[in-house]
């Protein structure tokens, strides 16, 4: 289970990435692409080419840990600014992981449109 510190960020890399590449690999796209020190303490997440697998690095103040998630069906849904943004929340990152595309969500209520009897 993947358990996250309140104070860390995460970042998502923008660029695809060759998940052939393990801790050090990713700790060294972290420092190219992202341009963070790896062992911050902050989360790095990675996605692949064909955004069906993705890796989240992170240092736990003795060693690197990654935690990955690979879907057999469909692709992970990148926010829209992923361009522009690569900080995103913990709301975002659980959108991510769960396959969760962000356009389609909406209120379910709103309180102007609620109906009296």
């Not at 998940?19 to 420092?31: E, H, I, P, Q």
């Not at 879907?71 to 991510?96: C, M, S, W, Y």
């Amino acid at each position: 289970m993947l358990s996250l510190s309140s104070t860390a960020r995460i970042y998502l890399c923008c660029q695809p990435i060759d998940m052939r590449k393990s801790f050090d690999g990713l700790a060294a796209a972290t420092a190219s692409l992202l341009g963070q020190t790896p062992t911050s303490g902050h989360y790095f997440v990675f996605v692949s080419r064909r955004r069906k697998l993705l890796k989240i690095l992170c240092w736990e103040g003795d060693g690197y840990a990654i935690w990955s998630k690979r879907l057999e069906q469909g692709q992970f849904n990148l926010p829209k600014n992923v361009a522009e943004k690569t900080t995103i929340n913990i709301r975002d990152l659980h959108i991510l992981i769960d396959g969760i595309k962000p356009a389609g969500f909406f209120k379910r209520y709103w309180q102007n449109q609620i109906k009296k009897n």
